[in-house]
């Protein structure tokens, strides 16, 4: 017997706002983040424009890194709204973060540079310092700063690039589904924007050089360059209904499928079939026992690189046939930027909004509509519409493809149709 | 949860190695039941430094096809060598399996892109002052670039090419640098299985912790042998002299598939994996709890799930790293987790001969188990003459024990406070639910 699963705990840390609500009402207001690059003088730089989080509230003195800050704080909130410091004892819980190694700070590199030797001579760190370089053991610490007094179970970390948050979101579904554990937080953290990360994204050429930010993300439009570098978290509870409602803890909405293939094509590109992608998609509906008739939103990857663009728009066709005109499909990306590991968490966290309440995020800055792009990518304003079954798209480098369903949660799961 | 009728059984079809002790099954157990290490001095460290590498290892060599050598980092080099051996020796050449229905999981320590990739550029950037110029770098450094820097350091880069080589397009996870990743990545991969999410896994585990710059940073937590006197008798799993582990490189592949397609195409099964089990102690980061702490969850969480009694428990694979405070820990679990009896079951390690293989260790030691049972021959803890009081264990000394035992109980354990059991089985026929 299969458990159902609901989400009774979001978070998130934004480019559109500090908790999960701003983030939500500056989303569905159709805000961008995007900003001018002014960390250092960008006049030989190729890089102008990022979504980064200035008010971030960053502790330069902690021993945690801002990438770990930013995780603690959107897990802290999911947790907070899930109630996990009630939690009981017996409760088996786990902890699945998708994180990534956090590129060598300048300074770093130029001290190994100026002394190759260096390693030999360190000074003894702290264990805070190994912990920020072995991001494998984060999730066992995230359970420390959130104080769990239920017993942690499996705590993993992923790194599958760009995709690996909606995988983490799916992992922690599967595992609550089949019994692993009872509750579970998945989250996501991703901090690159400095000199090293954004050099990475050029040399893969997936970044865009646009200089004006108000128009720099533009996902489905003729005239995107790439995606736009982000920062952020998220974090989302998972919870096998039963526990939950024993809890007396609120269902958000439920998670009922997850898909992921790989596409074992290239590293950084996509097969232009859109096969490896469509059928995630199909696998994620396959899981949740939905018919891609009942599908009434699709919460696209949409980085608003051309390869992107064309390709998940040739998936969703593949998948959804004639049906694919009618159903609306939007790119967060317009308005956040790509915060790469983050990115699969915090577009859970959006959709799991929508499903709440009705309302589909924009695509912003969809001016001149790409003529391959002529699906419905709810333009400029967010509709108002009553969304039962949502799929979230998450594609990564490495040639991960993975597809979350989140449906509106009612007691009695709306029959199969 | 779920009983055993509605879940697949998980079999062991193909195992791959590269390791400082060989590339092939036949080398590394013939070097073991010679009871030698490949930990010696790292020449172009510190004196005093030990660790175990893989000698005259040229990617150059291993790596096919040619053309991605250039996209690919010294550990994934490992982990393609590892994963092609597992492939052949499961007699699944392109095609056997249905693609769509081939998945990897992987688990991947060090892979980052190291600073001497930047060095060039940096170069570049250097002012009239001696000073690192920003603008400069922008300017001339950039281009002194090697344009696949991201690519090799990709977190996934072992998973991405491996799939790519050998078209496997099933569902995919990479589980990052900790001691237990491998052994999550067989956890997950066995959950895919049971549930019909794929026919077949290849599960990857490596790392390259003999990197200056791992190196480093478990130097600076202190946790590293730094001046040992004898470099290859120093690495001692729970013995009153253990001074701390000596690092290893190199990865462990293996080939799972549900019984009924390995069965339907006749392959040879080594075993099974009858289950998994995690539990993590979030509050001993860097410090083992000297009770083991909630190894014992672990360790039930896996017999519950492989549906086994303690009792039929016949090795147990310790963790055992040679780190004063981990190997009691891991001690006083095992002991809180077996009563009676069953505190006298043996238990060895095999880190003393290959170094610690880090986020390698789940799947290269799960290959190690699987040919003691072969072999019915289990190595003992090589260096291990005086054991600590605090571990009074069944522990297998001096010389190997011969025996063929049919369920073995693998840990791994992270400085993190994670835990990851996993639970092997021979005998198809012999095993409850057959």
Known sequence: MKRRVVVT???????????????????????????????????????????????????????????????????????????????????????YCALTGDWPQMSRLFQAYADPLAW??????????????????????????????????????????CASGSETVGEAFRQVRHGQVDIALAAGACCWINVIGLIIYKTFGTLTTEENPAEASCPFDIQRKGFVMAEGAAALVLEDLEHALRRGVLP?????????????????????????????????????????????????????????????????????????WDIPISSNKSMTGHSITAAGVLEAVTTVKTVQEDLIPPTINLHHPDPACDLDYVPAHARRQTVHVALSNSFGFGGLNSTVVIEKFARTRRAEA | MSSSNERNTVVITGLGLATPLGLDLDTVWSRISQSETAIKPMPHYLPGRGGAMLEDFYPEEHVRPKRILRFVNRATSFAMVAARNALEDAGVSEGVIDPERFGIYTGTGE???????????????????????LAQFAQEGLDQLDPYVGLTSLGNNALCYISIVHKLMGPSNNYVKSGVASSQAIAEAVQALRYGLADAILVVGNDWLTDPWALAAYDSIGMLCTDCWDVAGSMRP????????????????????????????????????????????????????????????????????????????????????????GDTS?????????????????????????????????????????????????????????????????????????????????????????????????????????
């Open chain 1, 9 to 95: 705990g979001v978070g998130s840390v934004s480019p559109l706002g500090l908790n999960a609500t701003t983030h939500w009402q500056n989303i569905s207001a159709g805000k961008s983040a995007v900003r001018p690059l002014t960390m250092f003088d960008t006049t030989h730089f190729p890089i102008k424009v990022i979504a980064d989080i200035p008010q971030f509230p960053f502790a330069e003195q902690s021993e945690l890194s801002r990438t770990q800050q930013m995780l603690r704080i959107a897990s802290q909130e999911a947790a907070d709204q899930a109630q996990l410091h009630v939690l009981s004892e017996q409760s088996r819980c786990g902890i």
């Open chain 2, 330 to 434: 891991e001690a006083q679990g095992i002991y809180h987790a077996l009563s009676g009896r069953l505190r006298h079951v043996p238990i060895t390690s095999t880190k003393p001969y290959t170094g610690h293989l880090g986020a390698a260790s789940g799947t290269v030691e799960t290959i190690l188990a699987l040919l003691m049972q072969q072999h019915a021959t289990v190595p003992p803890i090589l260096n291990l003459t005086e054991p600590d009081v605090a571990c009074s264990l069944n522990f297998v000394m001096n010389q190997s024990l011969k025996c063929a035992p049919n369920i073995l109980l693998h840990i791994a354990r992270s400085v993190g406070g994670q835990n990851a059991v996993i639970i092997i089985g021979k005998d198809l026929a012999a095993l409850p639910g057959k």
């Open chain 2, 111 to 133: 892979s980052e892109m190291k600073p001497e990739i930047y060095f060039p550029a940096l170069e570049k950037a250097i002012d009239e002052q001696g000073q690192f110029n």
């Open chain 1, 252 to 324: 958000l909405a439920e998670v009922t499928g997850y898909g992921a293939t790989t596409s074992a094509y290239r590293a950084t590109d996509m097969p232009e079939d859109g096969v490896a992608l469509s059928r995630g998609m199909q696998l994620a509906l396959l899981d949740a026992g939905r018919r891609s008739e009942e599908v009434d939103y699709i919460n696209a990857h949409g980085t608003g690189t051309r390869q992107n663009d064309l390709v998940e728009t040739l998936a969703i066709r593949q998948v959804f046939g004639q049906r694919a």
């Open chain 2, 238 to 325: 729970f013995d009153a002299g253990r001074r701390g582990p000596l690092p290893g490189e190199g990865a462990g592949a293996l080939v799972l598939e549900t019984a009924q397609v390995a069965e339907k195409r006749g392959a040879h099964i080594y075993g099974q994996i009858l289950g998994y089990g995690e539990a993590t102690d979030t509050w001993s980061f860097g410090a083992p709890p000297p009770d083991g702490g909630v190894l014992p969850l672990a360790i039930e969480e896996a017999l519950a799930d492989a549906q086994v009694t303690p009792e039929q428990v016949d090795l147990i694979i310790a963790h055992g790293n040679s780190s004063p405070g």
């Open chain 1, 120 to 161: 030999q001579h360190c000074t003894p760190a702290t264990l805070p310092g190994f912990a920020q370089r072995q991001i494998g053991i984060t999730a066992a610490l995230l359970g420390h700063w959130l104080s769990l007094t239920s017993s942690v179970r499996a705590a993993r970390v992923l790194d599958g690039a």
